[in-house]
């Protein structure tokens, strides 16, 4: 079974530009999540699908972040304009049989903002 | 308002001896609970989970423990070897949560030869 891909792995760009990230879950996960780690800290979410449908978006900083799922399958994060404290590792999992079975997670973006 | 926590950023224990780690929640709705491990430059993998109604969860060297009066659980892992160093997360999640987990910190194991 090919795991959760995710790209670019690594990023750097200075604050206010823009940058986006990719996600390809594992075929059949109806339930995609996209995961914040800033360093030091634990992973924090930022938006749950299920399938192409927004189930939870409320740490989500919308005026800034955004979003989607097309065909529920891939996923695309971007974030316009980045900040200094957006520096983080952006993770996606997937899952099938959470929450008992756990999520599956990708490897991650790590995105630094100078 | 960190409702899962871990209060030991790291952990040095000799190979082959009792590994511990430790976590406490303050969220009483949690019923699921989960612990991650992760290796530098790699996403967190699922390790073991318990349910609420359950106080032990075996498998192979990792037990987990869950005292829901207390709110704490904790990861034994026995024996302890070099390739368990790793962050280890603990995570809480509500049946009627959506299935999100909440993470704490994490806890740095290394495990010395």
């Known amino acids: 079974e090919a795991g959760v891909a995710q790209s670019p792995r690594y990023k750097i760009i200075e604050k206010r530009q823009s940058v986006a990230f990719w996600c390809n879950p594992i075929?059949?996960?109806?339930?995609l999540y996209w995961y914040q780690q800033i360093l030091g800290q634990g992973p924090k979410l930022l938006i749950q699908?299920?399938?192409?449908?927004?189930?939870?978006d409320s740490q989500l900083p919308k005026d800034r972040f955004s979003a989607e799922r097309l065909k529920g399958v891939d996923s695309t994060l971007k974030i316009q304009p980045a900040k200094l404290e957006d520096s983080a590792v952006y993770l996606c999992a997937s899952s099938l049989a959470a929450p008992l079975g756990g999520y599956t997670f990708g490897s991650g973006t790590r995105l630094t903002v100078v | 308002d960190q409702q899962v926590k871990q209060n030991s950023p790291s952990l040095s224990v000799q190979e082959g001896r009792i590994s511990i780690l430790n976590c406490d929640y303050t969220?009483?709705?949690?019923?699921?609970f989960l612990w991650y491990k992760k290796y530098p430059a790699e996403g967190p993998t699922f390790l073991i989970s318990i349910s609420s109604i359950k106080d032990k969860n075996e498998d192979g060297r990792f037990t987990v423990f869950l005292n829901k009066s207390a709110k704490h659980l904790s990861l034994h892992i026995v024996p302890s070897q070099p390739g368990d160093s790793a962050v280890y997360f603990c995570?809480?999640?509500?049946?009627?949560?959506?299935?999100?987990?909440?993470f704490g910190t994490g806890t740095r194991l290394t495990i010395i030869p």
């Open positions: 969220n009483s709705m949690f019923d699921y």
């Open positions: 699908f299920q399938n192409n449908g927004v189930v939870d």
């Open positions: 075929s059949g996960h109806a339930t």
């Open positions: 995570a809480a999640s509500a049946v009627f949560g959506n299935e999100k987990l909440t």
